[in-house]
Structures are given as C-alpha cells and as structure tokens.
C-alpha cells in the first residue's frame, strides 16, 4: 500500500505562485511515477505533470509548460508542484497520484494510488 498527503494549496490571485506538496509513504519500489492532476467543478479529471522517481524524467500537459515544474526529494519522499503565472482557469482540486511504472502516463485510470486532494483557487 501507498499513502500520498497533498498539502500547499489555497487562495491566491491571478499571477501570483504557489507550490504544493506530496509525502509519500508506505511499500514503494525502484521503479515508479508520481504524477500531479487536477479536476475542476464539472470537469474531468485532467493530466498536469509527472516525474519519475528518479527524477531524471518529467512530462508535462501543454496547459501548464513553462509555468509549472514538478520536483521530487528522494530523502524526505516529498514530491513538489511549484506553479507560477497561475491563471483563474488553473482553479481546481489537486491530486498527487502514484502508479509502480517507468511510463509517464497521462492516463488517471493507470494510477491507483491517489492522495485526498489540495484545492487551488486564482482569482482573476
């Protein structure tokens, strides 16, 4: 079992930055991805970031390129979201997401292991 616990998030204003945070805990292996998605009000869940556990990998969705960098800590078993420019549409409910893998994938439903969620509200 695995165990993520999202914390970071909050109010903010258009522009402004923010950096959330994940601690990983429980069985984990050499080989893994965490990954950040996000899913607003009446929308599905959607793809923002992953690295691999290494950290020698990222990907990210196009929404969020040159704004958004993902990082990881092996020491603490922290994984960072830092998102800077944030924009009103970047509003939503963040999930820190964990899958035993080397693929960065995009895909929630290959991701089984999920935290509660931070919520992220800009203000225009």
């Known amino acids: 079992q695995v165990q993520l616990v999202e914390s970071g998030g909050g109010l903010v204003q258009a522009e402004d930055s923010l950096r959330l945070s994940c601690a990983v805990s429980?069985?984990?292996?050499?080989?893994?991805?965490l990954a950040w998605f996000r899913q607003a009000p009446g929308k599905e869940r959607e793809f923002v970031a992953a690295?691999?556990?290494?950290?020698?990998?990222?990907n990210y969705a196009d929404s969020v390129k040159g704004r958004f960098t993902i990082s990881r800590d092996g020491a603490k078993n922290m994984v960072y979201l830092q998102m800077n420019s944030l924009k009103p549409e970047d509003t939503a409910l963040y999930y820190c997401?964990?899958?035993?893998?080397?693929?960065?994938?995009?895909?929630?439903?290959?991701?089984?292991?999920w935290g509660q969620g931070t919520q992220v509200t800009v203000s225009s």
């Open positions: 690295i691999s556990w290494g950290g020698s990998r990222t």
């Open positions: 997401a964990f899958r035993l893998s080397s693929v960065l994938t995009v895909t929630p439903q290959l991701y089984p292991y």
């Open positions: 429980g069985r984990t292996f050499s080989s893994y991805v």
